[in-house]
């Protein structure tokens, strides 16, 4: 069994003009949400073997504060370039290549590319994964070089908007 865990960075600022999209700070929404997620997951029992992010300041501090939340070690955190800005097929290929000793991985990125790969490899179609939000997707297979060519069972997809409108338990 393999399960893979896609997260879309909290909620960014727009404050500053002169940024780039890349150096986009979170905003006082995404700093609540990122921890409201994290929090959640450990409660559902969620602690990955690996932490994927995208090197973006959003991506990076959604995934450090979740990190956190799950009692992962933030310095063991991934950062590859090639999940920003990136395309469902790159984000297949990651998955192709994670190593099998890990059970269980997030990445951490951005949207179109999140929400595409999660209907790629999910058995439910997701229109938007929104900002914070986490789709959970379960593979039977021992290996990701199977889990990126099959359509696993979506198992898990919440966002912040769900929990703080007391959907969830």
């Known amino acids: 069994m393999r399960e893979l865990f896609l997260m879309r960075h909290?909620?960014?600022?727009?404050?500053?003009?002169?940024?780039?999209?890349?150096?986009?700070?979170?905003?006082?929404?995404?700093?609540e949400d990122a921890p409201l997620m994290g929090k959640y997951l450990k409660k559902l029992g969620i602690k990955p073997?690996?932490?994927?992010?995208?090197?973006?300041?959003?991506?990076?501090?959604?995934?450090?504060?979740?990190?956190?939340?799950?009692?992962?070690d933030?310095?063991?955190i991934d950062y590859k370039d090639g999940i920003y800005e990136a395309s469902p097929q790159s984000l297949l290929y990651l998955v192709c290549q994670l190593p099998d000793d890990a059970k269980r991985v997030m990445i951490v990125g951005h949207n179109p590319g999140i929400t595409e790969l999660a209907n790629v490899l999910g058995d439910i179609t997701i229109e938007n994964i929104p900002t914070a939000g986490v789709a959970g997707i379960?593979?039977?297979?021992?290996?990701?070089?199977?889990?990126?060519r099959m359509k696993g069972h979506t198992v898990l997809f919440e966002y912040p908007k769900k929990l703080k409108n007391g959907e969830l338990h």
Not at 49 to 72: F, M, Q
Not at 139 to 148: E, H, L, S, V
């Open 74 to 76: 933030t310095d063991a």
């Open 10 to 31: 909290a909620k960014s600022s727009w404050d500053d003009p002169t940024l780039s999209d890349f150096d986009r700070p979170l905003n006082a929404r995404g700093k």
């Open 138 to 148: 379960a593979f039977d297979t021992q290996r990701w070089g199977q889990a990126c």
């Open 49 to 72: 073997d690996l932490i994927i992010s995208s090197p973006a300041k959003r991506a990076k501090k959604t995934a450090k504060i979740v990190a956190e939340e799950l009692g992962y």
